[in-house]
């Protein structure tokens, strides 16, 4: 195996300090070098857990350090353009949090520079490497491509079906459920966030839809009734649809996250990254579990999947009522994909995997993002030229 990757986090933030430093800290292929933020009590926090970094205040060091390998960008969209450009100047690696900019002109100018210096680039769309994802949309786009229908399928007068050119196509539908109270106090400043979830949170579904159905998104039509209640339905070039329906008034005691995909007589489920259940592919698995991270009750729901994750919940519910602590709910949870990204991204430098997920997928993921935005501003159905 090649020697680890050398990164600079900077932006140490609760993202960052909650699952992009740790999971650096502990992977094999990649190195916690240093760590960057403007606030020093942050810096000397982080000196105190991880012995061996180093720290600046400033990222022009870290980025001009030549024992720094590669970035990892973790600030909030305010700060991303001047980093990026700093990095490419460098020609080093980088991995940058989604959304990749406030605003498209941003947007667009990040890709040109990416694209100009040529260097490894990759947005931390990290459902695309959770496991159960990626099984998921490797069984979904293998039945698309290479259809395999059971034999029991209903089929009622064969000979008098008419034959209609949208035979087999795709739909998907994403159902998020999510609890405002949740979140961080960096949402509310319409200076940092002037689109609210319909870019900062929207971005990770609109990117799932375009990874599954991989074809390209034609026209978005939106409701939304900020900062709570969105949905939106994108029309994709070939004829397919997804629906994203977006609630930010549910509770963490349920999953958050149910992906339903159906095309050519079958259906493909992912429940929250828990399990992937299938019907109506022959020979593809019915059901399949997976493991959860950071599991205080292994002994409860020894099941595993949703079942067995809504029983480690209401144990962790009633643990925090009992403690007075609300963050004791946050545990068991599923694998969305945030250590393997870093770890791919690494093999993507070294050459050893492929892209995975390069800044052309990003942005078409945030221009459907700001297509809905658009669409729920101007009531109408918006074409993805438009923006």
């Known amino acids: 195996m090649p020697d680890p990757v050398n990164f600079a986090v900077i932006g140490c933030g609760s993202m960052a300090r909650g699952s992009h430093i740790p999971n650096l800290a502990q992977s094999n292929k990649a190195r916690l070098h240093t760590c960057v933020d403007v606030n020093q009590s942050v810096l000397t926090e982080l000196q105190g857990k991880y012995h061996d970094i180093r720290t600046t205040r400033d990222y022009r060091v ?6 720094v390998q590669a970035i990892c960008l973790a600030t909030t969209e305010q700060l991303r353009l001047p980093v990026i450009e700093a990095v490419a100047k460098a020609a080093k690696p980088i991995y940058v949090e989604k959304p990749l900019a406030r605003s498209l002109a941003e947007v667009y100018e990040i890709q040109r520079v990416v694209r100009q210096a040529g260097i490894p680039f990759c947005v931390g769309h990290n459902r ?10 490797r069984i979904f786009r293998q039945h698309m491509e290479h259809p395999a ?8 007068n064969p000979q008098e079906r008419p034959r209609l050119p949208d035979d087999g196509v795709a739909g998907m539908s994403v159902r998020i459920n999510d609890d405002w109270y949740s979140w961080k106090q960096w949402v ?15 971005t990770h ?15 978005v039509i939106a409701l939304s009734h900020e900062p709570f209640n969105h949905g ?69 729901g020894t099941e595993g999947g949703v079942s067995g994750w809504l029983s480690k919940k209401r144990a962790a519910c009633a643990e925090a009522a009992a403690a007075g602590d609300t963050s004791l709910v ?21 050459g050893r995997g492929p892209v995975v997920c390069g800044v052309d997928e990003a942005v078409r993921a945030t221009r459907v993002a700001f297509a809905a935005i658009k669409s729920t501003q101007e009531k109408r159905a918006v074409r993805l030229e438009e923006v």
């Open 62 to 67: 870290a980025v001009a350090d030549p024992n």
């Open 128 to 137: 695309r490497c959770s496991p159960a994802m990626v099984e998921a949309q």
């Open 149 to 156: 229908p059971c034999r029991w399928r209903f089929d009622r």
């Open 188 to 202: 509310f400043d319409k200076e940092q966030a002037p689109h609210g979830p319909m870019l900062f949170e929207m």
């Open 205 to 219: 579904f609109t990117d799932v839809c375009n990874w599954f159905l991989a074809a390209e998104p034609e026209e």
């Open 232 to 300: 939106v339905v994108i029309r994709y070039a070939d004829g397919q649809l997804a629906t994203i329906s977006m609630s930010a008034n549910g509770t963490f005691a349920y999953p958050k996250e149910l992906y339903e995909c159906f095309g050519n007589g079958g259906a493909v489920i992912i429940d929250c990254m828990l399990e992937v259940r299938t019907a109506g592919i022959a020979d593809a698995p019915a059901r399949k579990t997976y493991a959860m991270i950071h599991d205080r009750h292994p002994q409860i």
């Open 330 to 350: 946050l545990a068991a949870n599923p694998d969305k994909g945030h250590a393997a990204i870093l770890d791919q991204f690494v093999d993507e430098i070294q």
